[in-house]
């Protein structure tokens, strides 16, 4: 028997009930040192599979560590001989010992011929593609180099304002002019959804009618919170106009692996897809996949891109990882994500029966009936609790660490290595949550979304290209209404821009970020995090 399958075992052999235990105290037994759990020492051991055990990048990787060589060659720590010693007591010595440069053996990411041409070969194949790079820069320098590849200076791309801000630096970066799509806006989950065919295919006869055609269109699908877009009907739509198709499916690598999946993008005729293999599969941070299909967009100008965006020392830990995910993934490809499936399934129909706590789900987007199974957004409106506030009870009485706080909701992502245990937890600790303050005065009072899509009115005086590119000045907060927008500004995660260099400063975007940054949002890009001055562009 294989040891993953005996480890599953003894997974489910501890807890086969979702309900969380009667005997936990009211804050789940948890207190603030942690320790290592059943289910951790069980991963612990764990051996790798025989197919597992093949990947061709990480096969090279560990025969040229186990190498008897004398080096002398980067980085400096060589081979971990002189590993910083805080840094081995938290790791170990066994990741510098693989922390080794472009050596002959282990190929070249901008010209493979050997083990990383390999790997990404096999990717391709896994995940239904063409062609496949591997990405060290994360989805990121991926969907910059697709717009780069895809638009030159001057032609237009048309995308979700709610892109990530990934998708503005690019525009930068290419000098492409962005024709926007307003996304579907959930006021009381203050929640942006996708884009429909319809929204495209208006935007394109707009552009059409200024007698112009779209170099591109870009899609977020899923979003952050597991909305789902008709990318079949949108990929036919363009196609039908030589126009490709560029999809952000940072949070859809595990799409398409599961009959209870959706499809993936590449599956439904996406011409370019960036994917966080990170995020819901298994490599390590910052590491993610191009994929790409069709010949719409130049292969060579893609890889030019991606040559020009990426660092020239690339982690082969990083790049190891992407192959070993991989690996992972096509040993059961149909099957690997039941378990993690039905955990999803069961903690929101338990979750959905607590009293003062709502799910977000379909119904909430009706035009995207398609979501990610294994994304969890829960909201806590009926008791009078903004995200904010019932993130940090979460945390504070029962150490659970979600993946994104907003004003109406908290996001949850389950993923290959959610437990029963944490998802017991999380059940217990909301239910506490809603028991206690249900009896509070807080729960009387309705935290307030939004009354107007929060993109509605935007005004773009300059392109993102010119508007990074002009001379500035700072201005007051109450000076800046009117001003052109100099700085990208947006409240991390989700890393949507809520101001772009070129747009016209709203009211609206004022109060926006103001009220998350009072309610403890994290504002990225601000070169003035407290947000009493804004950088404006000089007219």
């Not at 948890?30 to 289910?39: C, F, L, M, N, P």
């Not at 006021?187 to 779209?214: L, M, N, R, Y």
């Amino acid at each position: 028997m294989k040891a993953l399958e005996v480890a599953q075992m003894t997974l489910d052999s501890e807890s086969r009930n979702l309900e969380p235990s009667k005997k936990q105290d009211k804050t789940s037994g948890i207190g603030k040192t942690r320790s290592a759990t059943k289910d951790q020492i069980v991963i612990s051991n764990v051996q790798i599979s025989q197919q597992e055990s093949s990947p061709p990048l990480v096969t090279a990787l560990k025969a040229s560590a186990e190498q008897n060589s004398a080096t002398f060659h980067f980085p400096g720590h060589n081979r971990g001989r002189a590993a910083p010693s805080s840094l081995t007591q938290l790791i170990g010595l066994k990741p510098f010992l693989h922390d080794l440069p472009e050596l002959p053996e282990l190929d070249n990411l901008f010209s493979p011929r050997g083990p990383i041409l390999d790997a990404q070969q096999q990717a391709a194949s896994l995940f239904g593609s063409l062609e496949t790079w591997f990405l060290v820069g994360g989805t990121t320098c991926g969907i910059q180099a697709a717009i780069m590849a895809s638009c030159s200076p001057g032609e237009i791309l048309i995308l979700p304002r709610n892109s990530h801000i990934s998708a503005i630096s690019a525009m930068v970066l290419s000098g492409a002019v962005p024709k926007y799509i307003i996304p579907d806006y959930n006021f009381d989950w203050d929640i942006a959804g996708g884009v429909t065919p319809s929204q495209v295919e208006t935007a394109i006869k707009e552009v059409e009618k200024e007698g112009q055609k779209p170099a591109a269109v870009l899609v977020t699908s899923p979003t952050y919170h597991g909305i789902c877009c008709d990318l079949s009907e949108i990929t036919q739509l363009c196609h039908s106009r030589g126009i490709p198709v560029i999809v952000d499916e940072a949070h859809g690598a595990h799409l398409g692996f599961h009959p209870q999946m959706p499809n993936s993008a590449m599956h439904q005729g996406a011409d370019l897809a960036v994917q966080s293999t990170h995020k819901v599969l298994c490599s390590l941070t910052q590491s993610s996949m191009l994929h790409m299909s069709g010949s719409l967009v130049d292969r060579e100008k893609i890889s030019r891109c991606l040559q020009t965006l990426q660092s020239t020392s690339p982690s082969y830990l990083l790049l190891a990882s992407l192959d070993a995910a991989r690996a992972q993934i096509s040993e059961n490809p149909e099957t690997i994500f039941g378990k993690a499936l039905q955990l999803a399934i069961e903690t929101k129909s338990m979750i959905r029966k607590i009293s003062g706590i709502s799910v977000l789900d379909a119904q909430s987007f009706p035009n995207f009936p398609v979501m990610d199974p294994l994304r969890l957004t829960i909201g806590f409106q009926q008791l009078g609790l903004s995200g904010y506030e019932a993130d940090e009870i979460l945390y504070e009485d029962h150490e659970i660490i979600c993946e994104l706080v907003e004003t109406q909701s908290i996001t949850f992502a389950m993923n290959l290595g959610t437990c029963r245990e944490h998802v017991q937890r999380l059940v217990s600790g909301i239910k506490h949550l809603a028991a206690t303050c249900a009896s509070t005065p807080a729960a009387k009072r309705k935290v307030k979304g939004g009354n107007s899509a929060l993109f509605a009115d935007i005004e773009t005086s300059l392109i993102p290209r010119d508007a990074f590119f002009s001379g500035k000045r700072r201005v007051s907060i109450e000076n800046s209404l009117g001003e052109v927008c100099g700085e990208l500004i947006c409240p991390y995660p989700p890393g949507i821009p809520v101001m772009v260099p070129g747009e016209t400063i709203t009211k609206k975007a004022l109060d926006y970020l103001l009220d998350v940054r009072s309610k403890g949002a994290v504002i990225s890009g601000a070169s003035d995090p407290q947000l009493s001055s804004i950088v404006v562009c000089n007219k």
